[in-house]
């Protein structure tokens, strides 16, 4: 059974930071590739942030480049995404999604449920 769970998303006030998690479970997480997206009402999702199986690669979409960071620890299976300087255009869904090669060498991709990021004063 795949899961992927976010959690530490809430309302913050402009300017203010969340540190978001995602745990997974059910697939060799060290050999995915891991990323963040978002969606807010009446746009489509968009990439947040990736990083390689190792950690060794990242990669941003530029409004958050030099405010958010990705990081993952493979002996606890959990990506993370720091947010700071969190702007009202922030607010959004944010889900984790994994991508690599499953059972029968075939490209998975797995989508957590999201968590809901509120910026307002």
């Known amino acids: 059974q795949v899961q992927l769970v976010e959690s530490g998303g809430g309302l913050v006030q402009p300017g203010g930071s969340l540190r978001l998690s995602c745990a997974a479970s059910g697939f060799t997480f060290r050999s995915y590739t891991m990323s963040w997206y978002r969606q807010a009402p009446g746009k489509e999702r968009e990439l947040v942030a990736g990083?390689?199986?190792?950690?060794?690669?990242?990669n941003y979409a530029d409004s958050m480049k030099g405010r958010f960071t990705i990081s993952r620890d493979n002996a606890k299976n959990t990506v993370y995404l720091q947010m700071n300087d969190l702007k009202p255009e922030d607010t959004a869904v944010y889900f984790c999604?994994?991508?690599?090669?499953?059972?029968?060498?075939?490209?998975?991709?797995?989508w957590g449920q999201g968590t809901q990021v509120t910026v307002s004063s």
């Open positions: 990083i390689s199986s190792f950690g060794g690669s990242t």
């Open positions: 999604n994994a991508r690599g090669l499953g059972p029968g060498d075939y490209l998975a991709e797995y």
